[in-house]
């Protein structure tokens, strides 16, 4: 190898080199913004389609399907489902991984083009989001008032959501609950009657007198003038004074047929904060943006806008998201640095001698610093998966630099100089660590290529950890070289063993080791047979006791958010429901006192462009959500989760509450899981009945488990409505048409906007319908007088009849059909288990065979994380093989140290048996990183086996001696791997869900793979390699048997 002889000739270069690569690495560490996950884009897009005034069977009808139809052709789309409410309709597109989702949403946009005009005339404009992680908010604010509520909407656009739409990085501001200015225009029926007038006739008229008209440009002389024909209303009493017609010699005008009135909108959201009722702003960020800078500059620009605004307007914190970025990253960074202290401990430990452990500690910030160039190269930000790969490989940066230097320290005994050595015992070991870090990291590359959630959590992990270990073998093969041939040039043959009495102590007690090393292995290879039945008879017991081992998908974080979903009766007002909503936050401040003051919050109804739900909320003027944030994890007796229980029994005791789920841990999970529960169960089918009857039952099975809590059903109870049903032909004869009449109906109930009232700049809407005792009253709508194509008045009851009937809530379909979905949320149980009780209710129940009975949520996807993740464990374990064959050029002694990773599973097992973790995505990850690991200590034993044999040792004697001489290397490496994990496993602090299973199986995993490994791979070998045995010769090297 060429590497180690140009580092050692070239001293100064190697140094500028690596303090180059520092500089860069520094600065790019400097430039990285942090964040809590990498940058999450899932493949699928959300279509919102506002219609104001609409029932859900009409956005259904109207809207739903006519987008699903043509969406439908998209390419590569996996699955469409969608969601029609009263006024708004959502339709998702899940496309396959790895579909580029910025063309997929200009070919669906493209796509709506086509069906727009097909659209109601009153349905806004679609709207296509991504789901990504930016669209949870990174901040939440409550704004609430007393004297200026009326105008608190006005006061929150104006002077906070508008200037902070403006701060670098934010994306877009959410305003929920404020009372929005309006003109209301109450019209009089029957007066618009007695004057042979239409709400048409009049909206026209609005509308053409409250506008201004260019004239265009006169010159007079030298001057040049603009004409303008202003008519904007500005004031009220001049909209009242507005003539509409002239009636038998007398002007009517607009007074005289309607109340004018300045008010505020009738909305159907309501924000509330423990100071009371207002708004609710939620903040998000842009794709891409360091979530901490958007953070820290939105709280800058609040506190420059609070002098600004009146006195008793009150903004507060309710939630945040850079809590849980910045303690993660703290809690993580700080276990890097003790993995580092451990590291060093063991590397002293082993070695003993300061100028050695000095070679060996500075190859550690080279290789770590590495990684964080290429973060910066890449554009990616510090988070919990890119710190995790630097814990992770902290202990191991380290073991191909003591293999050189143990090497180079070889050769300097045997008489070389220090230059010699350096490069001949990093020249001859070159080939051995190349292989053995390429074994390690030859189990990421089916992960970097992998597409879904394991491809978005992990790539970033898996491509550091191997820049990682490339880089110190790099170091290993160039600055470690260099540093010994520096470092160690007084040293002298044999002076290594001229050491102080607590050397002399310590050697003892490592060859005390060695030699029972030795031993036991001379026992192993004379009883095989008894020690592979051993090894078996454990590995079989432990799978059996894995075999009970539950599974889960993806860790919970506890940010501390504690949030209640809360539904009341179908039906229910807003005003109504936001009761309810106050009395669920009094038990939060009866009942959590870890809350931290002001964060409590809630949001009640739903919003007209469906808003809360582009953001992961739930909405509904039957449902109400309230929210509040905890102290810190470390800080409190309890978890989230345990204190969203707490508060269990008091909801369920609520009479107005029919259905509630609770939240215990991190709102940003909904990010993470596409807002998917544990368990849904899918109902389908044409027969609703049906559909109906088996979600029912399913429910109450569910409910009467005690797997599930919170469970509920999409069940659509229906509610009352008024239902208009015209006579085609009657209309017919009247010169009427069912549009004709919707359309004039609409108007007098729902409104039509007539025009902007403009007032010292702003603009407000000016709505024109019948007033409120003629649209309330069944009797006075049957009455609402029609204008047909001969611009005659028609009564409505004349072409129609007007009726109680019951229309859905809300209709969801899921591939062009309707759905219904059982949700719950579990209790502590694995999403395994509840997986299988899910399985054993329904298998339990006769359904209908024109319902089909799916179960998907959190527990599909598992299962397609799990199977991409069984097949990345297989290509990795092939791969490893095919490396060490490679190698070895053999395909016997590969196989032989194969054996090494079946039995890292009985430690694993045990590991998760012992701390009671489950099988999840990440300790899933966990146990492929294992495989390419443990076969290292394998390699080493049987590639001095083969080197021993070469020079001539009989078959025992060479596993004994090469397990005596390569103890102390073996459990160096394994200790600085154990020790680098210790702290990421123990930790205590926020985020460690994410990050301390994976810490608890690799050390269950290394420590007893490491200790079953040194005695199997050993015996193994000797069974493969015993016939060779009848060849060996007297004048072969015996050093431990005859």
């Known amino acids: ?121 009153d349905a806004h404009n679609p709207i296509i989001f991504k789901v990504n992680s930016s669209l949870m908010p990174v901040l939440v604010y ?156 939105v709280r800058a620009k609040i506190k420059e806008i609070e002098p600004n605004i009146p006195a008793d307007v009150q903004i507060s914190e309710v939630m945040k998201s850079d809590e849980l970025i910045t303690e993660s990253i703290n809690n993580l960074s700080e276990s890097l640095w003790y993995a580092l202290f451990f590291v060093v401990l063991v590397v002293m430990a082993f070695l003993r001698n300061w100028k050695q452990s000095v070679i060996v500690f500075i190859t550690i910030p080279f290789s770590l610093i590495v990684a964080f160039i290429v973060m910066f190269a890449s554009g990616w930000t510090i988070n919990i998966f890119s710190l995790m790969s630097l814990v992770v490989a902290s202990g191991m940066v380290v073991d191909n630099a003591i293999v050189v230097l143990e090497n180079i320290t070889q050769h300097i005994e045997k008489g070389a100089k220090p230059k010699q050595a350096a490069i001949f015992g990093s020249s001859e070991m070159g080939m051995a660590i190349s292989a053995s870090t390429l074994t390690t990291i030859v189990v990421f590359l089916p992960m970097i290529f992998m597409g879904g959630i394991v491809g978005i959590m992990f790539k970033q992990l898996a491509i550091l950890t191997s820049v990682t270990l490339l880089a110190s073998l790099f170091t290993a093969l160039t600055l470690t070289p260099m ?67 539950g599974t889960d998908y993806i860790p919970e974080f506890d940010a501390g958010d504690v949030v209640a979903v809360i539904e009341t009766e179908v039906g229910t007002s807003t005003t109504k429901t936001d009761s309810v909503a106050q009395v669920v936050m009094q038990i939060f401040k009866e009942e959590i006192p870890e809350m931290i003051p002001n964060s409590l919050a809630s949001v009640s109804g739903q919003t007209e462009e ?106 659509d109870k229906g509610k009352l409505e008024v239902q208009i049903k015209v006579d085609k032909q009657k209309a017919s004869a009247m010169a009427l048409n069912s549009a004709m009449i919707g359309l004039q109906v609409r108007q007098s109930i729902y409104g039509t906007e007539a025009g902007e009232f403009k007032e010292g700049g702003d603009e407000y809407d000016i709505t024109l319908r019948y007033s409120p005792k003629f649209r309330n009253d069944i009797n006075q709508i049957r009455n609402i007088q029609l204008k047909n194509l001969l611009n005659q008045t028609i009564p409505l009851y004349a072409v129609a009849d007007v009726e109680m009937g019951t229309s859905p809530l809300q209709i969801n379909r899921k591939g062009q059909q309707r759905v219904v979905k059982v949700m719950a949320e579990l209790n502590d149980v694995s999403l395994g288990e509840a997986q299988k009780e899910t399985k054993r209710i329904i298998a339990g129940l006769d359904i209908p065979s024109d319902v089909t009975v799916e179960i998907a949520g959190q527990t599909s996807d598992q299962g397609e994380s799990f199977g991409d993740l ?24 590969p196989f032989i140290i194969m054996f090494a990773v079946p039995v890292t599973f009985i430690g694993v097992i045990w590991a998760f048996k012992v701390t009671g973790l489950t099988l999840s995505i990440t300790t899933f990850v966990g146990v492929i990183m294992l495989m390419g690991i443990v076969v290292n200590n394998g390699i080493v034993l049987v590639d001095y086996t083969n080197l021993l044999r070469k020079r001539g040792y009989k078959l025992y004697d060479a596993i004994a001696e090469a397990g005596r001489s390569r103890l102390r290397p073996v459990l160096m490496t394994t200790f600085t791997t154990l020790l680098g994990m210790v702290p990421m496993a123990t930790s205590t602090g926020m985020g460690r869900e994410a990050y301390s299973p994976l810490g608890i199986t690799m050390i269950g995993g290394l420590l007893v793979s490491t200790l079953i490994t040194l005695l199997l791979v050993p015996t193994i070998y000797a069974i493969f390699h015993d016939h060779e045995r009848k060849h060996e010769s007297d004048t072969n090297k015996s050093v431990l048997f005859n």
């Open 142 to 297: 409550g704004v609430t008032a007393n004297e200026s509520y009326n105008g608190l909407y006005k006061i929150v656009d104006d002077e906070v959501a508008s200037k902070l739409r403006k701060v670098p990085g934010v994306g877009s501001v959410i305003t929920i609950g404020a009372p929005e200015r309006e003109i209301k225009v109450d019209i009089d029926p029957v007066k618009l009657h007695a004057y042979n007038l239409s709400l048409n006739q009049i909206a026209t008229i609005l509308k053409a007198q409250n506008i201004s008209i260019p004239g265009g440009n006169i010159k007079v002389g030298d001057n040049d003038y603009s004409v303008r024909i202003p008519g904007d209303i500005s004031d009220v009493e001049e909209l009242k004074d507005l003539a509409l017609i002239s009636f038998n010699g007398k002007v009517i005008r607009l007074s005289d047929v309607a109340d004018i009135r300045d008010e505020y909108k009738e909305k159907d959201d309501v924000g509330r904060t423990t100071n009371g009722k207002g708004v609710t702003l939620m903040v998000q960020k842009q794709s891409g943006e360091n979530t901490l800078a958007v953070v820290e500059k």
């Open 1 to 121: 190898m060429k590497l180690p002889q140009v580092a050692v000739k070239r001293p100064v270069f190697t140094a500028m080199l690596f303090v180059a690569i520092l500089l860069f690495g520094l600065v790019s560490l400097v430039k990285l913004p942090l964040d809590i996950m990498p940058e999450m884009e899932l493949p699928t897009l959300t279509v919102i389609t506002v219609y104001p005034g609409a029932s859900a069977d009409e956005v259904e009808e109207q809207v739903s399907k006519k987008l699903e139809k043509i969406l439908s052709g998209t390419e590569h789309l996996k699955e469409i489902t969608s969601q029609s409410k009263e006024n708004v309709s959502f339709v998702q597109l899940q496309f396959e991984w790895g579909t580029d989702i910025t063309s997929a949403a200009n070919n669906a946009r493209d796509l709506i083009e086509l069906v727009k005009n097909k659209l109601p005339r």
């Open 483 to 549: 540093a010994s041939s520096q470092l160690l040039k007084g040293m002298k043959k044999g002076e290594e063993r001229k050491h102080g009495k607590l050397y002399e102590w310590s050697e003892r007690n490592f060859q005390r080791l060695e030699d029972a090393y030795k031993k036991a292995l001379a026992w192993v290879v004379h009883h095989k047979t008894v020690t592979v039945i051993v090894a078996l008879v454990v590995l079989a017991f432990s799978l059996w006791v894995g075999k009970g081992l």
């Open 870 to 893: 069984y097949l990345i464990l297989a290509l990795g374990v092939l791969l490893v093989y095919m490396v060490m064959a490679s190698q070895f050029e053999s395909f016997r002694d």
């Open 610 to 715: 469906g808003l809360l739900s582009s953001v992961g909320f739930s909405e509904g003027k039957n449902i109400a959500t309230v929210m509040c944030h905890l102290t810190k994890p470390n800080e409190r007796e309890s978890s989230a989760k345990k204190i969203a229980d707490r508060i269990r029994p008091r909801i369920a005791a609520i009479p107005e509450v029919e259905n509630f789920r609770l939240l215990g841990g991190s709102i940003l999970s909904a990010a993470v899981t596409g807002n998917k529960k544990p368990i849904e169960v899918e109902i389908s089918g044409n027969n609703f009945s049906s559909l109906n009857a088996v979600a029912e039952a399913i429910t109450a099975r569910m409910r009467e488990s005690n797997y599930f809590s919170d469970v509920i059903n999409n069940v």
